[in-house]
């Protein structure tokens, strides 16, 4: 029997608590001992819950305890995360973990630590929920070069500009409507301004590229800006505008970006709706691969979770190896990023597309009935520095959006 303990018994702590108890009999087979939930690290008590008998309020418990072998750490936050994960993983316990705003922030420290102390520090469910992508970045595709990861990495935003284009709804309708059915935190700055995104793909670049990215170096974008009208042209054009993580590899140089992006039918990630998540990876040898899925919820993150107490389970006193090292990844300046440009102007064509095709050569001009004064187009390819320039010298601009189709 392995003895484990849980920091945290929210929604994702809850969760790991019943996916044990619900297989437990499949998850001891795949593990080759039975997993046993020692202790539950919480500030609050659960009367009436049978969890209360495994509750504990002091984390010296069960960093006193050799018998608890690994701990899942699923508190969310950086402090008292940090702390508590550090201790454990220095006292020669393994760690496993969902919370992404840690990995980003301390990841390759905690993952030198397990190294030296021939232990794991695991974090599967921290980019992607129930989607195994970090496994798969790990192990599955180490014969190749991984030179792009582009993903639709958070479930709130995508389930608001799902709507917005289902419905024609302004984004703060929608956000409130996210919020009443649970798909939005009261607070959704972190989703909406793109910053759980931005450090998921630094997590993924970091071990797709093997070496160190800042997620504070990484330019990010929400979708705050996001108009029903802006809408209403990708529906128009058919396509879509999602928000868009993405790491590439151009040359011998790497960018990292976070930003609503509108991309077309020939895109994989085009049919991505609702709260769900995917990842596309491009490899040298694979080509194209992607991977789908629930990227939230309680369920499907736990699911993550435990599948990583399981493969910490099966590799007690043997480290696991991260292609993650110290080494810092310098990343281009975003104004060097080549791509298109959606753009919304005030006017009409004719009295604009003279001065619009003499600056930006040849676009396409879309006009819609139901907008009058204004028109849109899509630039060809040109550095994010050449459009800013371009669109400096064009008056009455009222948004930008990148395009990728």
Not at 47 to 52: A, K, R, T, V
Not at 131 to 148: C, G, H, K, Q, Y
Not at 330 to 357: C, N, W
């Amino acid at each position: 029997m392995i003895n484990i303990a849980v920091l945290g018994y929210g929604t994702v702590g809850s969760g790991v608590v019943e996916v044990i108890n619900t297989n437990y009999d499949s998850i001891a087979k795949k593990a080759g001992e039975e997993i046993n939930i020692k202790y539950v690290l919480d500030l609050r008590d659960f009367p009436g819950d049978p969890i209360q008998e495994k509750i504990v309020h002091d984390f010296d418990v069960i960093i006193n305890d050799p018998e608890v072998k690994i701990v899942v750490e699923v508190m969310g936050g950086v402090e008292p995360a940090f702390t508590f994960t550090k201790r454990a993983l220095e006292s020669g316990k393994s760690v496993c973990t969902s919370n992404k705003e840690l990995v980003a922030k301390h990841g390759v420290e905690l993952l030198e630590i397990a190294r030296a102390k021939n232990i794991n520090y695991l974090f599967e469910a921290s980019c992607g929920g129930g989607i195994p992508i970090i496994r798969v970045l790990n192990s599955s595709l180490t014969a190749d070069e991984i030179d792009e990861i582009t993903g639709i990495l958070n479930g709130t935003t995508n389930y608001i500009l799902t709507e917005m284009s289902a419905n024609g709804s302004d984004f703060e309708e929608v956000l409130k409507d996210a919020q009443n059915k649970g798909y939005a935190e009261r607070n959704p700055e972190a989703d909406v301004e793109g910053y759980d995104a931005c450090r998921k793909i630094a997590i993924l670049s970091s071990l797709a590229f093997g070496r160190s990215v800042n997620y504070e170096e990484v330019y990010t974008e929400g979708i705050t800006k996001i108009t029903a009208a802006d809408i209403k042209y990708a529906n128009d054009m058919k396509t879509s505008i999602k928000l868009l993580a993405t790491s590439r590899k151009v040359g011998d140089k790497f960018y990292a970006m976070v930003s609503p992006v509108m991309i077309d039918g020939t895109s994989p990630l085009f049919s991505v709706n609702g709260v769900f998540n995917a990842v596309f990876v491009h490899g040298n040898v694979l080509g194209d691969a992607m991977f789908y899925g629930s990227g939230a919820g309680k369920l499907p993150t736990a699911s993550a979770v435990v599948a990583d107490v399981v493969d910490e389970a099966k590799h007690l006193n043997r480290n696991i190896m991260m292609h993650w090292s110290s080494k810092k990844l310098d990343l281009m300046d975003i104004s060097q990023v080549e791509g298109r440009f959606f753009v919304r102007v005030q006017g009409t064509p004719e009295e604009k597309a003279d001065r619009v095709k003499t600056l930006f050569g040849d676009v396409q001009i879309r006009q819609l009935a139901d907008l009058p004064g204004e028109f849109g187009f899509v630039t060809p390819v040109m550095t994010e520095a050449q459009y800013q320039e371009k669109a400096g010298q064009l008056d009455g601009i009222i948004s930008m959006i990148r395009a990728r189709i």
